[in-house]
């Protein structure tokens, strides 16, 4: 079983907020990933990375950034938090030619 | 790009029945194809993966996938299914690099 960890799981949190999303894994994968879920939907890819100072956008649009200063962790930040991020976010990592494993999400709530 | 179409978006099936959920892709080339499962609040745990090897694969929970070329498809199975298995399951294709492209996702009912 893969050991990827996300917090907080559920935040509810007041319009303008600054907001981080914590994403690590203790597995040494230099790729890790983050999706975007709304309710009923499939997963879209957001920011992704394939190492330490590596960060790309994924295929949907997010006003969200990310960072990866350690292998093992790849934080998300909204800087100013708006009801339309409301969603469920997947934190995912994986090695070389390996399936992504996934985290159990965060489920973000913007008053 | 490849892609995949969950072709049911609610399945429901009685306990100790089979189960059969419908996936097709398009793909120019031999896909990575995967099958995840996302039981309530919780992330995508892996089901069974094919690459190229055996068109039959299986996995875990007695899940099993067959993967024809001619119908392009890769529906999931299991002879019998448990309470357990209610769940959100989700048909994935892996494109060249990085990136996966998930189907719209087929919720499984499981009635007593």
């Known amino acids: 079983e893969a050991d990827i960890y996300q917090t907080p799981r559920y935040l509810v949190i007041g319009t303008g907020k600054k907001i981080t999303l914590e994403c690590s894994q203790t597995m040494g994968h230099d790729k890790m990933y983050w999706y975007q879920q709304d309710p009923g939907m499939e997963l879209h890819l957001i920011h992704y990375s394939y190492g330490v100072n590596s960060t790309e956008k994924g295929d949907l649009s997010s006003e969200s950034t990310v960072s990866r200063i350690r292998t093992e962790h790849f934080p998300l930040t909204l800087e100013s938090a708006r009801p339309s991020h409301t969603s469920q976010y997947l934190c995912?990592?994986?090695?070389?030619?390996?399936?992504?494993?996934f985290g159990d999400g965060t489920r973000l709530s913007i008053l | 790009a490849q892609s995949v179409t969950q072709l049911d978006s609610h399945v429901s099936v009685s306990e100790g029945t089979p189960v059969l959920l419908r996936c097709n892709y398009s793909s120019s080339y031999s896909p990575s194809l995967f099958w995840y499962v996302q039981h309530p609040n919780k992330g995508l745990q892996l089901l069974l993966k094919y690459t190229s090897a055996a068109t039959l694969v299986k996995g875990i929970n007695g899940f099993e996938a067959e993967f024809k070329k001619s119908e392009t498809s890769f529906h999931l199975t299991k002879p019998s299914a448990h309470m357990s298995d209610a769940a959100e399951y989700f048909c994935?294709?892996?494109?060249?690099?990085?990136?996966?492209?998930f189907g719209k996702g087929t919720s499984l009912l499981v009635t007593p």
């Open positions: 995912a990592s994986n090695g070389d030619n390996q399936p992504q494993h």
């Open positions: 994935v294709v892996k494109n060249s690099g990085y990136a996966l492209n």
